[in-house]
């Protein structure tokens, strides 16, 4: 098992989410060759790798949808291989998608109220209708905790819009808003920063920063954007062809060959001095 | 055995003309043609006016009609319509064909006279000269159809296969984005395939009229025969159209040979032959693949990467006006312009009376009716075509109940409705994981089933005449029973705009929109939410249905054709699918206008509603954004400058987003659960 | 803002010629909500192979599809060799010279390799030079000859890319814009599909190459543009791009800083 301790991690606390050895064949491909990772609490970890690297593959194993071939996942130490993408949200992993999956005639506070209510009053969704309760006003500690969310995700000023008329950017804060409700122990994040601008993912760099510390949550994010992913995560994992290439602290991952040559592609060997060349003026830079 | 083969091939040949002619307009344009009957209806009736009416001979009919006026028609509902679909969704484009289904027959009852025709001379010389082959009789219409079926079969392999131009069609069929960047022009391919498929769908209306009659009813079924071979093939391969249309033809036949003639058995089981191979086809993909889901037409990786999402910008524009419209829109419960429009109508039993009377009350029952599209297309998102044959089942039990089992009027309405629910329930549990095109097309024949299977039962027809049901004895004038439907029609309303405000309600909202969200997020029970809705519409329509029967006084299953049901949601989705106020109104206006119209004006007019209700639900695919294309929509303009107590603001309309038709006219108050007061 | 001429290096390039094949102003395209290019300004010279580069995401796709007219710009205006190609559909630009070969396998699955030739030599107006560029485009590759009467779709990965180039080789395009050709092949088959670009560009066809990896394309193009998040970030000579593609791909962005 790789282990990614953060800084953040006291010794001895369990992993919130590990792949271990997992190992997806299609047919003849293998999409996913023995891969491990792990995300301690409280961390920030990142999934990294060329188009067609395999991590949406194991992207959708960790979530559920897949089952791997070979090889298990785990859930703060309990084996959730067999488990149902449902199961795993009820046991702590929520999600967000690359295109936002949101429900576009709902306001941005339906979408923090429905998943609260998911999360701690599973069946009102059946007893409202015999109660005439949609008459009645919600009660005071769900617009507490839904309130103190919107809060922390800078949503408050657009509580009642239809998340259908927000910018890009804001749709993923109402995504991210709506995972976070439900009170998640892992949080995955596919490509949270696809489509925005610059502002924008500044914006989401900072909403993630904040709502690790303030909420203690654990994220796996998935990310094209690799200048991103070095400034934000504590660790990174990097995906080849299906296999791990590197892991490492940001520094570590950005400064190993095999990376690079991932990145950039192996070829002649003219440009595999350029390279050299070049990596010599970064380190002189980051030096 | 011969003759019946020779028999079933014929009409089997009928149905894989049409079959064939639907599968290339689906795989090449990107839409099923629900409206395929109508077209048949159409052109036929024009084949019989130029030939029957009008004498010309057979030769010059066929061919004005089937190469000069039917290419026409298409090539012209090509550019005022059907181009327009490819872009919407699956719901729009089933509506905007359902619109067309809806609008054009009595579209020729005005142009060619309302007669019924039940049998009409096909393209065989009369009298038809019977041949003997083999010693067994074949009819020289028999033969003419054998012929069409070979000939199309050839010619359009022949073309397909061989022509640059088929296989250019096959190229767009294949991926149509890799074809457009080939220099193909898809509108030029498209335009030619609709002209195309118009002619074979009146050459199979010109067919199959001298056996199914010249009937909007018999070529309904025509086409829900076709669909299970089309559906049996994937909505995709033309062979296995074509072999499954035929053989469905020879099997109706062959087991005419093993039945008794006139025994119930024959007429139950000839009629579901479709709906069986429909079924079977459906359960076979079930098992194989899991799901049923609509396969895009043409696609490839790169067409889906270039699919429109969304509407961008003005998309954002329009959700953000609808949500300001929902505080002071007409069509919302909650504003107080519904209420005053709600007031109104509650109001219309005292001022009205008499013939007017009559029409307020059925109006009345029609929108509880129309409720239940509200909660399975408004609510639930999926587009029931049978909800009609709830409410005629809902007649059959109510009556039953009440005059032969002797039960008071009230509980044997509602136990009436409570026992056609489950049938509504299992409906909704075996298209659960249906495409909404699929769901479609099994609710519309499961629909067609029940009214051959069940409808046509004596027990329930009497000859013609139906059982008779009385009014609770309360309501014995006009005006009380139109309260006491008032009443119904509010307990619901009421039931409805609770669970939209509850967390159901949201529930539903978010299955409604991104049902991977609703279940891979949130954990949702998508399933019992989706049952949940079945069964309520079901009751509901079960409801309307006795309370129908109740107020004509018997319950009488032809009043309730499959057919007849689509006018209904032609209806609604002009008004309002989402609106509890545009389901009292779609209702008064179904019943109303055609009074007027048969009041005020003479003869065929009173078939000009009905093309107006199809045309207001081809508009909301024209422009689902509703620049006013509607009377409806125009009215509630009207109502809102007046009723609203806000100033007038021109942006106040409520709006139709893209992109669904269950976010449809009339965005309602969405009445956010602990929504905080607003300023 | 990112206002930037690739062709303004051309002037220290090789022979630039008069009028510039290519001009784009502007360029903006939504999906949806998001923005995928941002005014995004291009300047390309007849006979120059430009790459490029950025990041999945990034927009290289998207300027190859409202290029080729696939999806429609929300803003700004593009001109191909003198008209105005704005708004056109995508068989007009087809038929005006500018050929796509998208990404993934730009051949008609169902058909065979002879019909996905003939499909595309269907622009030419004669029947006899339909027939002779099917003809040419087989011999250049023996291997898609034995295999003329099969499906695209049996054939290996490789092949299919071979298909996609031949389909552009029976016409001679002005501009052929190559979308993540070597994607998911062999380093043979990669090799194959860069020497019959370098085939298409002696022939004087003016080539825009995207592609993740860079390496490749930069000692393949004269000039290179680097998109990141809609924007181009940078452009200039083929040589000078190394530093900066590193810098794009690895390097210090918006989240650094912070």
């Known amino acids: 098992m790789t282990a990614a301790t953060s800084a953040r991690t006291e010794p001895g606390e369990i992993d919130r989410l590990t792949a271990d050895g997992v190992t997806m064949r299609f047919g003849g491909i293998v999409a996913c060759n023995n891969v491990s990772l792990a995300v301690p609490p409280r961390s920030i970890v990142g999934l990294i790798g060329p188009n067609g690297a395999g991590k949406s593959t194991l992207f959708s194993v960790l979530s559920g949808l897949r089952r791997p071939t070979n090889g298990h996942v785990h859930m703060g130490g309990d084996d959730v291989t067999k488990s149902s993408p449902q199961a795993r949200v009820r046991r702590g992993l929520g999600r967000t998608f690359q295109h936002p999956e949101l429900f576009t005639e709902l306001s941005v506070r339906e979408h923090l109220v429905i998943a609260d209510r998911v999360r701690h009053g599973t069946r009102r969704v059946w007893t409202d209708i015999v109660t005439w309760r949609g008459f009645r006003p919600g009660s005071a500690e769900e617009d507490q905790r839904v309130d103190t969310l919107m809060d922390s995700l800078d949503l408050t000023r657009v509580a009642h819009s239809p998340v259908g008329a927000l910018p890009l ?5 109402v995504e991210l808003g709506r995972a976070l409700a439900a009170e998640p122990s892992v949080l995955l994040l596919d490509e949270p920063s696809s489509g925005l601008d610059t502002q924008e993912t500044a914006d989401v760099v900072e909403v993630l920063r904040r709502v690790v510390a303030e909420r203690g949550v654990s994220m796996l994010l998935v990310e094209h954007d690799v200048a991103l992913v070095m400034g934000l995560c504590d660790y990174i994992y990097v995906l080849d062809f299906g296999a791990l290439i590197a892991a490492g602290t940001p520094d570590e991952v950005r400064n190993d060959p095999a990376v690079r040559a991932a990145y950039l592609g192996t070829d002649t060997e003219e440009l595999e001095e350029a390279i050299d060349r070049s990596s010599a003026d970064l380190d002189e830079e980051t030096v | 055995m011969l003759e019946y083969i020779l028999a079933g091939l014929a009409l089997g040949s009928i149905y894989a003309i049409a079959a064939a002619s639907i599968t290339v307009t689906y795989v090449s344009t990107g839409i099923l043609n629900f409206a395929f009957g109508s077209f048949a209806y159409f052109l036929a009736r024009v084949y019989y006016w130029l030939h029957t009416d009008h004498s010309w001979n057979i030769v010059e009919a066929a061919v004005v009609t089937l190469l000069v006026i039917a290419p026409m028609m298409g090539a012209v509902l090509y550019a005022l319509l059907l181009r327009h679909l490819r872009s919407r969704s699956a719901l729009i484009q089933i509506v905007a064909t359902i619109g067309l289904f809806v609008a054009l027959p009595p579209l020729a009852a005005i142009l060619f006279g309302n007669e019924t025709i039940n049998a009409a001379p096909g393209l065989a010389p009369e009298p038809v000269h019977v041949y003997h082959i083999f ?36 190229g767009l069929v294949s991926t149509r984005a890799l074809a457009s960047l080939s220099g193909i022009n898809p509108s030029a391919i498209s335009l030619s395939v609709w002209m195309i498929s118009t002619a074979l769908a009146g050459l199979t209306g010109v067919l199959a009229a001298p056996t199914n009659g010249l009937t909007t009813q018999g070529m309904t079924t025509l086409m829900a025969a076709a669909f299970a071979a089309v559906v049996a093939a994937r909505l995709r391969s033309l062979p296995v159209a074509v072999i499954v249309a035929l053989l469905m033809g020879v099997v109706t036949d062959v087991i005419q040979k093993y039945l008794p003639a006139s025994g119930t058995l024959a007429t139950a089981l000839v009629p579901s032959v479709p709906f069986v191979v429909l079924a079977l086809a459906l359960l076979f993909f079930y098992l194989r693949f899991g799901s049923v889901q609509d396969v895009v037409a043409g696609g490839g990786a790169l067409d889906a990467a270039i699919a429109p999402q969304g509407g961008g910008a003005t998309q954002a524009r329009k959700v ?18 519904s209420l005053v429009v709600l007031g109104v109508v509650a109001l219309l039993p005292v001022i009205m009376c008499g013939y007017w009377l009559t029409l307020v009350v059925a109006g009345f029952i029609y929108g509880l009716i129309f409720l239940s599209f509200t909660f399975a297309l408004g609510e639930g998102g999926f587009l029931w075509l049978s909800l009609i044959s709830f409410s005629g089942l809902g007649a059959i039990a109510t009556a039953q109940l009440e005059t032969v089992e002797g039960w008071p009027a009230l509980p044997a309405l509602l136990v009436g409705a409570l026992i056609v629910t489950p049938i509504g329930i299992l409906l909704g549990i075996l298209t659960i994981r249906f495409g909404e095109l699929y769901v479609a097309l099994a609710t519309l024949t499961f629909g067609l089933l029940v009214e051959t299977l069940i409808f046509t039962q004596n027990r329930f027809l009497q000859q013609g005449v139906g059982v008779s049901v009385t009014r609770p004895g309360w309501t014995a004038t006009d005006k009380s029973f139109a309260y006491f439907v008032l009443a119904i029609f509010l307990v619901v309303a009421i039931f409805l705009v609770n669970m939209r405000r509850s967390t159901t309600g949201l529930a539903l909202g978010a299955a409604r929109r991104s049902q991977a969200a609703s279940t891979s997020v949130l954990g949702l029970n998508v399933v019992g939410l989706k049952v949940l809705i079945s069964a309520l519409a079901t009751f509901v329509a079960a409801l309307g249905g006795g309370l129908l029967a109740m107020y004509s006084g018997t319950a009488l299953p032809t009043d309730f054709p499959t057919f007849t049901g689509l006018v209904w949601l032609a209806v609604l989705v002009t008004v309002g699918v989402r609106s509890i106020v545009a389901a009292s109104i779609a209702g008064l206006a179904f019943t109303i206008v055609p009074g007027l119209f048969q009041t005020y004006l003479s003869g065929t007019w009173g078939n000009v509603p009905s093309v107006l209700f199809g045309l207001g639900a081809i508009g909301l695919a024209i422009d689902p954004d509703g620049s006013v294309t509607s ?18 603001d021109p942006d106040s309309r409520p709006e139709r987003p893209e992109g669904s038709v269950s976010r449809g006219a009339g965005v309602t108050a969405l009445a956010g659960a602990g929504r905080k007061g607003r300023s | 803002m990112t206002t930037a001429t690739v062709g303004k290096h051309v002037e220290q390039g090789p022979e630039p010629t008069g009028e510039p094949l290519l001009r784009v102003e502007g360029l903006t395209v939504r999906y949806g909500l998001a923005t995928a290019l941002r005014d995004l300004d291009l300047v390309l010279y007849p006979g120059v192979a430009l790459a490029v580069l950025g990041v999945n995401g990034a927009g290289k796709s998207t300027l190859a599809r409202v290029l080729s007219g696939l999806v429609p710009a929300t803003a700004g205006k593009i001109s191909f060799d003198g008209q105005d190609i704005t708004g056109w559909s995508a068989h007009r630009i087809r038929k005006a010279g500018l050929v796509y070969l998208p990404e993934g396998r730009g051949v008609f699955p169902s058909l065979t390799v002879t019909e996905n030739l003939r499909l595309a030599a269907g622009v030419l107006r004669n029947r006899s030079d339909r027939v002779a560029a099917v003809g040419r485009a087989l011999d250049i590759f023996p291997s898609l000859k034995a295999r003329s009467g099969n499906q695209a779709a049996m054939l290996s990965g490789g092949e299919q890319q071979m298909l996609s180039l031949a389909r552009a080789l029976t016409t001679s395009p002005k501009l052929i814009i190559a979308d993540e050709m070597s994607l998911g092949l062999a380093p043979k088959m990669v090799d194959v599909v860069f020497e019959t670009l370098e085939t298409m560009k002696q022939n004087g066809a003016t080539i825009i190459l995207i592609e993740q990896f860079a390496n490749r394309a930069l000692s393949f193009a004269e000039q290179c543009a680097l998109l990141q998040r809609g924007h181009l970030s940078w452009h200039g000579d ?21």
Not at chain 2, 323 to 331: F, Q
Not at chain 2, 631 to 648: Q, V
Not at chain 3, 239 to 257: H, M, P, R
């Open chain 2, 631 to 648: 009377m409806a929509r125009r009215l509630e303009d009207l109502f809102s400058k007046i009723m609203s107590r806000r100033d007038a």
């Open chain 2, 320 to 337: 953000q006006r609808a949500v300001r419209a929902k505080s002071n829109a007409l069509l919302s419960f909650r504003s107080v312009g």
């Open chain 2, 135 to 170: 010693g067994k009789a074949v009819s020289m219409d028999q033969i003419i159809v054998y012929a069409f079926l070979v000939g199309i079969v050839v010619i359009g392999t022949g073309f397909l296969r061989f022509t640059d131009v088929g296989l250019r069609v096959r």
């Open chain 1, 169 to 173: 950017g804001m749709m993923r804060l």
């Open chain 3, 238 to 258: 083929s040589k000078a791009a190394t530093n900066e593609v590193i810098a794009g791909y690895l390097g210090d962005s918006v989240a650094t800083g912070v």
